[in-house]
């Protein structure tokens, strides 16, 4: 094994050397400069494998020269230690060469020296024990970024140097005023040894040391307000040279850092835990204002060092396992040194730079978002798993508080990375050039590398930390990485292809006997088995051009059946957020779906972090299962099912949340939105069954005592079903009108839920699955309209029943579905559905649901009229019935309503058992000859088909016998009431259909919710914009903060 | 019942109730001709109507939908009509009302006008969307204070089922729900007035605006047939109206007079007021007859 001291020695003597190499050839300069770097690689591997595998059982403790402190130095070589050097090695590695690529021949060698140097100062802050020597690594590493920096030859980066410089200054004054009083308190320079001779007493001297101390760190590790110079230099130097400090100087710091955190006494702890959390929250805050890439990043990078000096006291206090800090870093330097990488890439940083960046580049567009997903601590990305293991650990140890701001910035962090992302989608006005395209050895050397490293990685820790899960997901998600992979292939293939995978995992899923639909997670498994092969079925062929829309497809699948099955609050939590990027990114491959996925994100992921703070607390008190939610009790169930139950509904698009919906449902491909609307948002339903519920009614003696919390929950499940009904009636775009539909429909199921009893349960779960199939068959027969016609706008259409039958009998079917009226199946939910608010005895809530249905027939009919009937449009004249997998697919849903519609029992029995396993109770009674039996009334759906049959048939054979023979006659043929027919035109009443009953409504129409939305979003860019100006961008002033920082910490007293 | 005796008396019921929704029709005509001052049509005009739509030779199409209007019309009155009990305890007049309860004939009430709209549509008669549109409007509005009262009734009755609704109103007139529940009572046939689209609610045929409305593109045959299913369905609602709020009828001439009181109610009413416009419409079914049935509604709380 090679001795680590190595790993400083001989990159500092090939440092030097480099500029000799230079005289010889750029070529040997290059070469002599990564192998040196290569061979710190190797060195931290091999040390890396060794005490992985058990063949170095105890970290190293090197004394250099043989003596003891405080003349020989200590240094300490250990897993964490290895690792990060390894990181070290890499990131210089790649930041070399991408800059290598950048460099003219003037600067040849003496960069290669500088970044050598950077690296080395890492290695020291990471493996020294010796706090003057730390001090002296962090000078060398100091040095080496100003030069670095000064190299650009931009006048930006020249002032941004050296603001860093002067402010630079003022961190090694405080740092060695500090460093320098401790040796004298404790006589000794070794971090392990002072920590043991601390003077016990917490006196005025030892508070101002430490003052110092903290200070001078927090200059360093760029926290706020003090990180103003670091964010000019994101601003101004080349992006390579801040990715190459990102994975050395700023780990290294924060390792620092973590040795020097064992002489703060116990009482600095809540202090360096706000000054992290502030700057987390803060600099996050200070980003979304950001219209600049680059320094938003910088904020960014803030945050995330702010998010691990938060951790660094709880470490201590082992209340967060050290790894969740690894986690979090190696997450971060993955993520952000892709991501400048990315940034260099791109020539300008403005507003319009980077409208559609990378358009061209497979690469670059895929490893941006691997990035953005893997730094906004998303799954299965590293970050998330270093949040989980912290957050679980916070709140189990009684600092469930500090979550709440952790989240926040968390949540911060979705809005400017999604915000910056949707530029990205968006495509550019002038139709230039696609700017950002990646010079293949050069820039893919780090970027593909480091995205696949965060992937593999993260999959690794999913691996371990999830637990194996069983059975199809796995297979599905596999299958959708390599489609996504050979994207390339012909549509039919791919398509195909996602067909094959979804048979073979249903098989799978079938035989395991997981598709039985008598337990919860069984039925919505079948819910997302049926949906996704049709949604399969009908895109045969005929979707997207060229982008991964097959293989996220199945990696969304993939999650959900991982969700359906899931038994940890964890693998639930990880499938959750798999399918909300999954679908996020679906959604934003639609025409216009730049900025509806970006609202969609912002929303879900507010609702994953309600979630998540619901897991927590439940985690704090000792559950972590599912199952285990049931045994919470007092204020603990009261909170954890108040957080479920919200964040299950903000992921519903519930009253108040649901101004994402309208956007994403329309904005989607047109063959992905049934599965959206008929399957996804069912899922926060089995949410609000299998979580909230688990809680149980009669467990929220505190909310019970003076409100009935299921009651709130109906009350908000009746006003999104009907509000959402009558917004739905004044849409003129067809895909719009179905999706206020959609959510509207998930309120009835809302509804059902909150009834909490057997009837109501059951009366939910058949509408969910009814509503799958209807609103699924609707949403297909609009996208064949949309394909085939090419617009959405209702009345731009009309007539097209003489164009397209089968679509239209699709329409029909679904509508009357939908709409309730008997014989078809919308009538034994809808019958169902009352019967349970009836027993319940919630009567204006069911006089509530009843009125939303029927203001439903006015946009049902408007859908149908204004597409098919009436007349037809000149244009349309050619149109051709929707392609036959298409047609295919809805001919299945159609079958499917129909045998719903004679025989329920189909259904109701299964959810009858279904219904007994959770409340111990059936529902309903099935009577001889098909009748349905409930508390309060009875119904035969067998007898009700045949009866209207029965009179239909009559009615028509006497029609047929009695009415004269019939002349077909031409649309444009029609009466006109005595007078002369002017030339036949054009009459199709159409646009702004019901404008009356607009008027009539009037008052309730206001869109007071998008308004409340939108002035949030407003008022906190008005308090950024105000904050922002702290960053003057003059260094005295900078310097003048880190001066003033001391004397505010020392005014507030901190340490004594 | 076995099923034969039972479908020929349905039939026979079936029969007797168009026929006297076609006498009704036209002593209608009638009243509102004398209050206009004018001498009016025979009462049997709606027979010689009938006649005449059925032995027109001139027929036209404009495609299936449009053909299958009448007969969805048609099938939904009768429907309707079939799944409400008229008498009291008499099988022979239930029709097949033991296959369903209060919800299914509420939301059967629909079907008929919903397929028409749907024929009309096809028709492409600018005329027929802009009728349908405002008799949507309309009924959504209408439909809140009748389900308001409705489920008054359904509360009281704690059933659904509509025997069971007509039986706990059988404390003789006063158990009747118009006087155990006159505020949801109100609400009802305030909405009823809707319902039957006589003025001020005729807006969906609205003559000389949009001539007949939906109807506007059918003629002979299309016509007999609508005019049976409006027979018909008149006809069950009123009964429908009888059974939740007037005690039911022990006897068919009971019922006859019922069913007379309760149409007439909307025909005087609409006799002496001019037409409303939609809006107008919509927001008289959304204040007043809702605040009394949301007020019949919380009475049952009591009531209970």
Redesign the interface.
């Known amino acids: 094994m090679v001795n680590p001291v190595l790993l400083v020695a001989v990159p500092l003597a090939a440092a030097f050397l480099l500029p000799l190499f230079g005289k010889v050839g750029r070529a040997a300069a290059r070469t002599a400069q990564v192998l040196t770097i290569v061979f710190t690689a190797a060195v931290s591997v091999s040390w890396i494998v060794a005490f992985a595998s058990g063949a170095a059982p105890e970290p190293l403790n090197i004394l250099t020269g043989g003596y003891d402190g405080p003349i020989g130095i200590n240094l300490h070589y250990g897993l964490p230690e290895a690792i990060f050097c390894l990181l070290a090695s890499l990131t210089t590695l790649a930041g070399s060469l991408y800059l290598g690529a950048r460099e003219d021949a003037a600067t040849v060698g003496r960069s290669g020296l500088l970044q050598l140097l950077i690296m080395v100062g890492a290695f020291g802050l990471i493996m020294t024990r010796d706090l003057f020597n730390l001090f002296v690594f962090l000078e060398i590493a100091s040095i080496g970024t100003y030069a670095l920096v000064a190299f650009g030859k931009e006048e930006k980066a020249l002032e941004a140097g050296f603001k860093y410089m002067l402010i630079g200054a003022a961190a090694s004054a405080f740092l060695l005023i500090g460093i320098a009083f401790l040796y004298k308190m404790t006589g000794t320079l070794n971090i392990d040894d002072m920590a043991g001779k601390m003077p016990a007493a917490a006196t005025a001297g030892l508070a101002t040391v430490m003052l110092f101390l903290l200070a001078g760190m927090a200059i360093e590790l760029k926290l706020l307000p003090v990180n103003g110079p670091a964010l000019d230099l994101y601003d101004g130097a080349e992006p390579g040279v801040m990715a190459l400090l990102v994975g050395t100087t700023v780990n290294g710091v924060l390792f620092a850092f973590w040795k020097m955190s064992s002489l703060f006494p116990g009482s600095w702890d809540t202090a360096i835990m706000a000054l992290g959390m502030i700057t987390f929250v803060g600099s996050n805050l200070l980003a979304t204002g950001q219209d600049r890439p680059r320094r938003m990043l910088g904020y960014s990078s803030s945050g995330q060092i702010g998010l691990v000096v938060f951790l660094i006291p709880l470490i201590r206090l082992d209340v967060v396992p050290l790894a969740a800090a690894g986690l979090l870093l190696i997450n971060h330097t993955l993520a952000k040194t892709g991501l400048l990488w990315l940034a260099g890439c791109i020539t300008g940083d403005g507003r319009k730079d980077w409208l559609g960046a990378f358009r061209g580049s497979v690469a670059g567009r895929t490893a941006l978002i691997v990035f953005i997903l893997a730094i906004v601590g998303l799954p299965p990305f590293p970050g998330f798993w270093g949040k989980w293991q912290a957050l679980s650990g916070m709140a189990a140890n009684g600092f469930g508080w500090w979550i709440v701001p952790l989240l926040i910035g968390s949540l911060l962090e979705f809005v400017y990375y999604f915000g910056w992302y949707r530029r990205v989608q968006s495509s550019r006005p002038d139709e230039a050039p696609m700017p950002g395209s990646l010079r293949p050895l050069a820039d893919l050397a780090g970027v593909v590398p480091f995205a696949l490293g965060s992937l593999v990685f993260g999959l690794w820790t999913l691996r371990h930390l999830a637990g194996p899960q069983d059975q199809g997901w796995l297979f599905l998600a596999a299958a959708g990485a390599v489609l996504i992979i050979v994207r390339r292939l012909p549509q039919t293939i791919l398509s195909a292809t996602v067909l094959g995978a979804l048979a073979v995992a249903g098989w799978v899923l079938f035989t395991a006997g997981s598709l039985v639909p008598s337990t919860p997670g069984g039925l919505f498994l079948l819910m997302v088995m049926t949906g996704a092969v049709v949604t399969a079925l009908a895109g045969l062929g005929r979707i997207n051009r060229r982008d991964s829309y097959q293989g996220l497809f199945l990696i969304l699948v993939a999650s959900l059946v991982m969700l359906t099955r899931a038994e940890s609050l964890l693998a639930f939590f990880v499938a959750w957020e798999v399918m909300t990027w999954a679908s996020y990114l679906i959604i934003g491959f639609g025409r216009n779906g730049a900025r509806a996925s970006q609202l969609y994100i912002v929303f879900s992921g507010a609702a994953g972090f309600l979630l998540l703070g619901g897991m927590m607390l439940a985690i704090g008190a000792g559950q972590t299962t599912l199952t285990g939610l049931g045994f919470l009790t007092g204020g603990a169930a009261v909170w954890v099912w108040g957080l479920l139950v919200v964040g299950f509904l903000v992921k519903a698009a519930a009253w108040g949340a649901h101004v994402w919906a309208p956007g994403a449902y329309s904005e989607s491909p047109d063959l992905f939105t049934p599965f959206l609307s008929g399957v996804i948002s069912k899922i926060p339903m089995f949410g609000l069954a299998m979580a909230a519920f688990r809680i149980g009614a009669g467990n929220l003696p505190a909310l019970g005592a003076t409100l009935d919390a299921t009651w709130l929950l109906a009350v908000v499940g009746g006003v999104t079903a009907f509000g959402m009904t009558l917004v739905g009636v004044f849409q003129e775009d067809a895909k719009k009108l179905l999706a206020y539909s959609s959510v509207g429909q998930v309120g009835y199921i809302v509804v059902g839920l909150a009834v909490l009893t057997p009837l109501g349960w059951t009366a939910a779960l058949f509408h969910a699955v009814h509503h799958l199939l209807f609103k699924g068959l609707l949403f297909l027969a609009i996208a064949g309209v949309v394909m085939r016609t090419g617009t959405r706008t209702m009345y731009e259409m009309g007539?097209l029943?003489?164009k397209m039958p089968m679509s239209f009998i699709s329409v029909?079917i679904g509508i009357?579905a939908l709409?309730?009226?008997?014989p078809l199946a919308g009538?034994t939910g809808?019958?169902l559905l009352?019967?349970a608010l009836?027993e319940r005895g919630w009567?204006?809530i069911?006089?509530l649901m009843?009125?939303a249905s029927?203001?439903a027939?006015?946009y049902l009919?408007?859908l149908?009229?204004t597409v098919?009937?009436?007349?037809l449009k000149t244009v349309h004249q050619t149109v051709k019935e929707a392609p036959l997998p298409l047609a295919l697919a809805q001919v299945l849903l159609i079958g499917a309503i129909m045998a719903l519609s004679v025989y329920p029992q189909l259904l109701l029995q299964p959810l009858d058992t279904l219904v007994t396993g959770q409340f111990n109770a059936g529902a309903l009674t099935f009577a001889e000859g098909g009748?349905l039996v409930a508390g309060?009334?009875?119904?035969?759906p067998v007898?009700?088909m045949i009866?209207?049959i029965v009179?239909?048939a009559v009615?028509?054979l006497?029609?047929l016998v009695?009415?004269?023979?019939?002349?077909?006659?031409g649309?444009?043929?029609?009466?006109y009431?005595g007078e002369i027919p002017p030339p036949p035109e054009e009459?199709?009443?159409?646009s702004r259909?019901?404008q009356?009953?607009r008027?009539?409504?009037e008052p309730l129409l206001v869109p007071r919710v998008t308004a409340f939305w939108a002035s949030l979003a407003d008022n906190t860019q008005g308090v950024v914009d105000v904050l922002r100006r702290v960053y003057s961008g003059n260094g005295q002033t900078y310097v003048m903060y880190s001066v003033l920082m001391v004397v505010v910490f020392h005014l507030l007293g901190l340490g004594r | 019942m076995e099923l034969l005796p039972r479908i020929g008396w349905t039939l026979l019921s079936l029969f007797v109730a168009v026929n006297y929704g076609f006498v009704i029709n036209g002593i209608i005509r009638k009243v509102m001709a004398r209050i206009q001052g004018r001498f009016g049509p025979p009462v049997w005009q709606p027979y010689i109507d009938m006649g005449k739509l059925l032995f027109q030779r001139n027929s036209v199409m404009h495609g299936l939908m449009f053909w299958l209007g009448p007969v969805f019309r048609s099938v939904g009155g009768i429907g309707l009509y079939l799944l409400v009990p008229v008498v009291i305890g008499d099988p022979r007049l239930a029709g097949f009302s033991a296959n369903g309860d209060m919800l299914l004939a509420l939301y059967f009430m629909a079907f008929g006008s919903l397929g028409m709209a749907l024929g009309a549509g096809e028709g492409g008669h600018p005329h027929s969307p802009i009728g349908i549109s405002r008799g949507l409007s309309q009924m959504t509005a209408y439909e809140l204070p009748f389900i308001l009262a409705v489920i008054a009734v359904v509360t009281q009755a704690g059933s659904f089922d509509i025997n069971a609704i007509i039986a706990s109103q059988q404390s003789g007139v006063l158990g009747w729900n118009l006087f155990a529940n006159p505020l949801a009572t109100v609400a009802a046939f305030l909405a009823m007035l809707g319902m039957n689209m006589y003025p001020p609610f005729n807006i969906v045929g609205a003559p000389t605006e949009i001539p007949v409305g939906p109807a506007t593109e059918y003629h002979n045959t299309y016509l007999s047939f609508m005019m049976i299913g409006r027979s018909a369905f008149a006809i069950a609602k009123m009964v429908l109206y009888m059974d939740l709020f007037l005690g039911g009828a022990h006897s068919v001439l009971e019922a006859v007079v019922k069913v007379f009181v309760i149409y007439f109610w909307s025909v005087f009413v609409g006799a002496v007021f001019p037409r409303f416009r939609t809006e107008q419409s919509v927001r008289f079914f959304l204040r007043w007859p809702t605040a009394f049935g949301v007020a019949g509604l919380a009475l049952t709380f009591w009531v209970r």
């Open positions: 007539g029943i003489k029909l009357i709409s309730g009226v008997p009538f809808k019958w009352y019967q009836l009567l204006f069911l006089v009843m009125f029927v203001v027939f006015v009919f408007r149908i009229h098919f009937l009436g007349q009748a309060a009334g009875q119904f035969n007898n009700m009866l209207v009179l239909f009615m028509v006497l029609l009695l009415g004269p023979k019939t002349r077909k006659v649309q444009l043929d029609i009466v009431q009459l199709h009443y159409a259909f019901a009356p009953y008027r009539a409504w």
